[in-house]
């Protein structure tokens, strides 16, 4: 969504990358940019081409730092956007707040 949004607006993030970081705009995204419904269509075309060959195999899972988070073959379906960013939010936290008692209980020592 993010990179139609960037076509539509006609937004070019390697000018603000500058050219030492990002180098010069890409071609290919150059020609997006001239060509932007066709590049909008094609875009969400690949996007749901990719998500149906991710989902159709049935297994459907995600891990933080070797934790599973979400496992579509023990839940029967696959979460929804929000949902899976609070539950690695979550993770995210956890781990945070794991590495801080590992450094409290160095500094004890």
């Not at 500058?18 to 269509?41: Q, R």
Request: glycine share 6%; aromatic share 12%; net charge negative.
């Amino acid at each position: 969504m993010a990179v139609v949004i960037m076509l539509c607006v006609s937004f070019d993030p390697w000018t603000y990358l500058g050219h030492e970081v990002g180098g010069p705009t890409p071609n290919f995204y150059l020609w997006a940019l001239d060509n932007k419904i066709f590049a909008c269509m094609m875009i969400f075309f690949l996007a749901n081409l990719v998500e149906t060959q991710l989902i159709s195999t049935g297994a459907f899972e995600i891990s933080v730092n070797g934790e599973l988070v979400w496992s579509k073959l023990e839940l029967g379906r696959v979460p929804q956007p929000g949902e899976l960013i609070k539950l690695i939010q979550e993770k995210l936290s956890r781990r945070s707040e794991d590495k801080v008692d590992e450094l409290d209980f160095v500094d004890q020592l």
